[in-house]
């Protein structure tokens, strides 16, 4: 196994994990993390990219690491925006989830009530 | 295809594409600079100089019937990034700059800066984050790189979701964090997307992807998590969760601007991956998933608006539905109408963003007025306060697409490209859109006008209910585009760019 | 009639702007508080330039004008200009009428905007020449009219209002597809109604079109079973509104079929269906019309009974080719508007009159209302005999002439309960009987004055043998009338508007669990976790779809 396919199968697995984090984990801070590990799987495609990006002439394709370097800033920022807003959440109500959903009623279930 | 090397060479008046980005991030920077009592001013002071940039682009374009191109720091793409506006950018950019002031002017009241001297957090972050919002705007608009794209879209949630939660309350907090989060999932599949698109043709230049492009299955892979991570940001049906609850708890100045600006954004970017990066592909099935899922958001959203107790979550579910008719235009990209479908989703995008910022507007006057924005306690309201309510009304004009307005230029250009396609049930999806808006519609608006008029706690400002009410007359003027607007945005739309005009 | 046929042409088209215009710009001046009333007061002149040019088109020539800053086309041809005539009198008489109303009502700046708009409207749809402004006045017309109708806002003119606008705009949008079809379906790109409805008969979406024509001119011309609406809002309007929906605002309707049926094309099939439908409408008006007690509930069924009348008239020109029937439905028509409009005003006279006034004014109505069933020397007679031709001698002929008896049946009907009526304890000011009287005087004499316009033979009208033709059906209908009422009145009680109670019921009975379930579909569709899956479905779904159209 090369080093480029087992960069593929980590960044895959990283996706793939993340992906179940977010949408089935309904803590805030856990969906952070979640996103968190998504983006690194997408930074390690990028990573492969690079190298393939060889095929352009370049020796090395340095375009996808700026690229990645970017992106982290963008997810470090996202983080700290997402965790800054859940740390608000918990001072205000006490709790932090995102399962109920503020502002709109829930519908009666089963039959109609009018 | 016939730009060839031009668009790597910036055109005349191409250095002009960056101020609209430069300016309002000088902005930002400068409010944090000099402190909270600034930032009102400095915003303000702005936008015109905004408004006349982006006038200018337009000019700049209908004079030469070409796209403005700016290489940045004269590296061209693949290396470097290119800024590039065609007819399309140019009328996006006036109506950021023409609804960003408006909304401003309405905020000044709940926004005002102390007249003692104290800093206070929530006007210095309201003010920062407009002008960020509207630096994100024209980056997304003008970007011509699929990554610079990327951080635009990013930067443009960030400035967004706090706008939702400006005075603290729980319920704000959390639809926020709802709104923030769904974000930045939707914009990862974009990432991977655009990862993707790199791996195969190593460039993220719009023109020189559009030129490389096969049909393979890399493409595709990346074309539908671009897509569906964009449609996360634009809160298409299904992937609606975070727009009702973060657009009826935001401030009504912050609602008019992320219904009526933030979420047509990431719809821009959907309509540039599919005509400007994509169109050579066919893309016959993917369109109608799109507009089927259009179709959807038309029929729930209404549905469900009409079923709203509170005025502005009403209107938010009519945002959610107002989408939905954006993704007709799709499954009609092709062909000899698409010329006609694309003006008819563009004209969509623009009178829905007036429209829909009016209503917002006018909808905070009622419950600042009232005190509630229950929609069963708007009785006889309308006699109070005429003038609010007829910006309320004519934005609902537009939005049940009755002449004139806007919104009828829209539903007629998708009706007709989709009748000539064959592709009716588009149509028949349209009307019944028309029919639910006016149901609910008719619940805000039939009973405000009947009755006593309510106790006002407050009479709204009449300079506050002029800004609503210029944001619904341009939605209704939109009806009296003359033909040249139409051949306007077809400056740059590839391909069919010939057919029609 | 050479000076009026060059009068025609030098101010004709701006006397078409003007029309729209004059209105609107009456309503601006009511929007300022402090002329309202002097506006409003003026509001009686703002059908003059639409009088003026509906002369110039009878007596001189058809003539055109636009706007092209707004994309706007106007055309006066005759089958518009006698509709123009006669609406714009209904509307000058009748603002007059309201006059007294301005003032003093809780509701008077809402009535006025809803009325100078409704003017506007209906005046402008005799002539707007292209798709887009007959949409867009045709929705002047139609929509603000809702509160005209809702304006006392008792639970029944909330519901008479809330059907009116269900109706209205389910019509509005079946019509904007028709339209849409009729503009794809002219190859030049034109939004002439001329060109594309020249188009018609060769486009592929022929007959599409042409259903959902019928269908959305269909309900505002009241077509059973799309009926149900016209009772209740004309027993829910204030009498002078209920005079000019009635008279006036409906013929967008009417003039919407002349103008957007291709009559010179035989098309035999939708024609002899138009036909029927308008025939089966024709009697389905009078007969639920005869149960009904309140005088402007009769009126509104035999408003029912008369559209389907014009119906059939214009399906029988249209399965013959027959390029008359526009104008001679138009006039038909014409006489229609003038004779409704003061037999709503009528109602309101009589209802404020007391004691010696009142048996004159009586036989004012009586003759008014035997107009409709082709009382000799009417318009109404004048009217039979124009669409003679269309019906001809056969079958048709003899609907007609059943129709003409059943007609007079119901106007009957209506002249009993009228008479018996009660009073409604307001003064009948100066003011409202005269503009009655100018009506009623109007809607005796101006079909006499058109009827040449339209090809008739005024000679003709005085024979002996046309007299007879128009009084037997008279005499069977009289008959019949008298019968009923030496019964007692035997026909069950059906209730105002009929159909739409079944109609109201079957939306009842839908709508909210359908709205239930959508809610219930976006709280589980709006969980975290089902908004995640959606969003990878659809990743995939698109990515899936996009290797299938390889």
Known sequence: MSSATLAG???????????????ADPQPLRKILAFNLIGSGVFLVFGIVARKGAAAGLSADPVPQAMVITGIVVAFAASALAVALTLRLFEETGRATLRPDAGTKPPDDGADAE | MTEGASAFAATAGGSLLALPILVPAAGVLLSFLLGGRQAERIALALMPVQFGFAVAIASLIWRSGQPLVYVLGGYAPPLGIALRADGFSAVMLVTTSLIMPAAGLYARTNFATPNDGTERR???????????????????????????????????????????????????????????????????????????????????????????????????????????????????????????????????????????????????????????????????????????????????????????????????????????????????????????????????????????????????????????????????????????????????????????????????????????????????????????????????????????????????????????????????????????????????????????? | MSALAAAAQEFGPGLLVAALAAPLVVLAVVLSPKLRFAALAMSPLAPLPALAAAILAIGGAPFEGELPGLRMSFRLDLPGAILLAAAALVWIAASVFARADWTGRPNAERFAVSWLLTMAGSLGVFVAADLLTFYLVYALVSVPAYYLIADDEDAGSSRAGGVYLAFTLIGEAVLLIAFVMLAAGEPGGSLDIRAVVDALPASPWRDAALALLILGFGMKIALAPLNGWMPLAYAAAPIPAAAVLSGAAVKAGVIGLIRFLPLGAALPGWGEALAW????????????????????????????????????????????????????????????????????????????????????????????????????????????????????DGVAGAVAAASAAATTALMLHFFIRLARSDNDGKAASPQRILSWLALAFASMLVPWLMFPAVGGDLADALATATLWDAIWPMLIGAALAAGLWALGEPLPRIPAGDIVVAQEAAFRASAPPLGAAFERLDWRLRQWPAAGLSLLTIALALAAAGFASR
């Open chain 1, 9 to 23: 199968l980590v960044g895959a697995a990283l996706v793939g994990l993340g992906l179940y984090g977010v949408i």
């Open chain 2, 122 to 501: 929530a006007p210095l972050v309201f003010w920062t984050l407009l002008q960020a919002i509207q630096a994100a705007l024209s980056l997304i608009f003008l970007g011509g790189d699929l990554f610079n794209l990327y951080v635009a879209l990013e930067l443009l949630t960030f400035a967004a979701a706090p706008l939702v939660c400006l005075d603290g309350r729980p319920e704000t907090l959390a639809a926020a964090l709802r709104y923030l989060m769904f974000a930045l999932f939707g914009a990862l599949f974009y990432l991977l997307g655009v990862a993707l698109l790199y791996g195969a043709y190593g460039t993220l230049d719009i023109v020189l992807l559009s030129r490389q492009i096969r049909a393979e299955p890399a493409v595709w892979l990346a074309a539908g998590l671009m897509t569906a991570g964009l449609l996360a940001k634009t809160a298409l049906f299904p992937l609606h969760l975070w727009l009702p609850p973060a657009h009826a708890n935001a401030p009504a100045a912050a609602s008019a601007v992320l219904s009526g600006l933030v979420v047509k954004g990431s719809f821009f970017l959907i309509v540039r991956l599919w005509f400007n990066v994509l169109p050579a592909l066919p893309n016959a099935v993917p369109g109608a998933i799109l507009a089927a899922l259009g179709s959807a958001a038309i029929l729930a959203g209404s549905a469900l608006a009409l079923r709203q107790e509170r005025l502005k979550l009403l209107i938010a579910y009519s945002t959610v539905a107002q989408i939905g008719y954006l993704f007709l235009m799709f499954p009609l990209a092709s062909g000899p109408w698409s010329a006609e479908a694309f003006s008819g989703g563009v004209m969509q995008a623009l009178s829905h963003a007036f429209a829909k910022a009016a209503m917002f507007l006018s909808a905070g006057l009622i419950a600042e007025s009232l005190g509630h924005d229950r929609i069963a306690g708007l009785g006889g309201a309308g006699r109070a306060m005429p003038v609010t309510f007829l910006a309320l009304g004519l934005g609902g004009l537009s939005l049940m697409g009755l002449p004139p307005s806007g919104g009828f230029a829209a539903k007629w250009l998708l009706m007709k490209a989709s009748i000539e396609a064959g592709q009716w049930v588009w149509a028949v999806v349209m009307l019944a859109g028309g029919l639910l808006a006016g149901g609910y519609l008719y619940r805000v608006l039939a009973p405000a006008l009947s009755g006593n008029r309510p106790r006002l706690k407050s009479p709204p400002r009449r300079s506050r209910e002029n800004v609503a009410l210029a944001l619904a007359l341009a939605a209704v003027l939109l009806a009296f585009a003359p033909p040249t607007f139409f051949a306007f945005l077809q400056i740059g739309r590839p391909a069919a760019g010939a057919a029609l005009r």
């Open chain 3, 277 to 392: 439908a308008g025939f089966v409408s024709a009697f389905y008006g009078v007969a639920i019309g005869l149960t009904q007690r309140d005088p402007k509930t009769i009126l509104a069924y035999s408003s029912i009974s008369q559209m389907g009348v014009i119906a059939a008239v214009l399906g029988l020109g249209l399965a013959g080719a027959d390029q008359n029937a526009a104008s001679d439905a138009a006039f038909y028509a014409a006489n229609h508007v003038l004779v409704k409009a003061a037999l709503f005003l009528s109602v309101g006279v009589a209802a404020a009159l007391t004691g010696r006034g009142r048996s004159p004014a009586l036989i004012v109505a009586a003759a008014l209302a035997l107009s409709l069933g082709g009382l000799p020397l009417t318009g109404g007679a004048l009217a039979k005999l124009a669409v003679k031709g269309t019906l001809g």
